[in-house]
C-alpha cells in the first residue's frame, strides 16, 4: 500500500509541474480618459476616446514590454470648444510633451470589479497610482471598467492655468477618470 501512495503522491507533484498554470485576460476595445477641473465659472470637461485594442493579462505584474499602454495625443483632448481645447494643452505643456500616457502595471479582477496599478505620464512626470479601483458596469456589447483618480497640479509639477488677468482661476484638485472597454 505504501508504494501505491508514494506513486500518487509523485504523480500529483509531476502533473503541477506540467500542466500549465491558468492565466485569465481581458480583451480591451477601446478606452476614455476624462480629465475635471473645477473653476471659478463652473466646471471644465476634458476627453479623449480610442478604440484602441489590447490583450491585458489579470492578476500579475505585467512586464514593460507587455503592459497596456494608453498614448493620449494632449492637443487632442476635447474640452468643449477651441480656447479651452487650447488652455488646457498649454496646461498640460503639449508643446514639450504632447502625449500624456497611461501604462497598466497590474490588473486583478476582485469579484466583479478590478483593482489594480498604474503609472501616469504627465507632462514627462512618471506618477505611480496604487490600487486604483475599477467598478465594472454593462456598456453596449461591452463590458465598461471605470476608475477615478483625484490628483493636483502641484503633484505633477503644473501651475493652475490663470486666464483674463487671474479672473477666471482653476482649482488645483484634478479628477482623472480611466474607463477601458472590455468584451464580453
Do not use: W
Not at 500616457?101 to 501616469?120: A, F, H, Q, T
Not at 465598461?144 to 486666464?163: H, M, Q, R, V, Y
Amino acid at each position: 500500500m505504501l508504494p501505491l501512495s508514494i506513486f500518487l503522491v509523485a504523480v500529483s507533484m509531476l502533473s503541477a509541474m506540467v500542466l500549465p498554470e491558468k492565466r485569465e485576460y481581458v480583451v480591451i476595445t477601446g478606452n476614455k480618459v476624462s480629465v475635471a477641473a473645477g473653476t471659478s465659472l463652473g466646471n471644465i470637461n476634458c476627453a479623449y476616446t480610442s478604440s484602441q485594442k489590447d490583450t491585458l493579462e489579470l492578476n500579475r505584474q505585467i512586464p514593460q514590454r507587455d503592459r497596456l499602454r494608453l498614448d493620449i495625443p494632449v492637443k487632442e483632448f476635447n474640452c468643449g470648444n477651441v480656447f479651452l481645447n487650447k488652455d488646457f494643452a498649454k496646461a498640460l505643456n503639449a508643446s514639450q510633451h504632447p502625449y500624456a500616457k497611461i501604462e497598466v502595471v497590474c490588473l486583478k479582477k476582485e469579484g466583479r470589479d478590478y483593482k489594480g496599478n498604474l503609472n501616469l505620464i504627465v507632462a514627462g512626470k512618471i506618477i505611480p497610482l496604487q490600487n486604483v479601483s475599477f467598478h465594472s458596469y454593462p456598456g453596449k456589447g461591452v463590458t465598461n471598467l471605470k476608475s477615478n483618480i483625484c490628483l493636483n497640479f502641484s503633484e505633477i509639477g503644473l501651475a493652475t492655468p490663470k486666464k483674463m488677468g487671474g479672473l477666471f482661476k482653476v482649482e488645483d484638485k484634478l479628477q482623472v477618470m480611466v474607463e477601458l472597454q472590455v468584451a464580453g
